[in-house]
C-alpha cells in the first residue's frame, strides 16, 4: 500500500464513519451497533495514521518507506498520544 493508497483508505474510513453518526441520528441503527462499528473504525483509522506516519520517517530518513508494514491493532493501541 503506498501513501495515496494510505490516505484513500483513511478518507473511506472517516466518510464510513461519517454514515455511522447519521444512521445513529436517523434511528437506521442503535447506540450499540454505533459503537462496535466505530470502534472497528477508530482502530483501523489508527493503524493507516501510523503506518503513514512511520512511512513519511522512513522516506525523510533516506529509507525505503515500501518496507515499512502494518502493525498489529494490538501494538498500536498500546503507543502513548
Do not use: H, N
Not at 445513529?24 to 483501523?44: K, M, N, P, S, V
Not at 501510523?50 to 493501541?77: I, M
Amino acid at each position: 500500500m503506498d501513501q495515496q493508497q494510505i490516505l484513500a483508505r483513511i478518507t473511506e474510513m472517516v466518510d464510513a464513519e461519517k454514515t455511522l453518526r447519521e444512521s445513529l441520528a436517523t434511528g437506521a441503527i442503535d447506540e450499540a451497533t454505533e459503537r462496535a462499528r466505530l470502534g472497528d473504525l477508530e482502530r483501523e483509522l489508527d493503524q493507516c495514521w501510523e503506518l503513514l506516519r512511520r512511512r513519511r520517517a522512513k522516506d525523510s530518513s533516506g529509507g525505503d518507506p515500501a518496507l515499512v508494514r502494518l502493525r498489529p491493532t494490538a501494538r498500536v493501541d498500546t503507543y502513548e498520544a
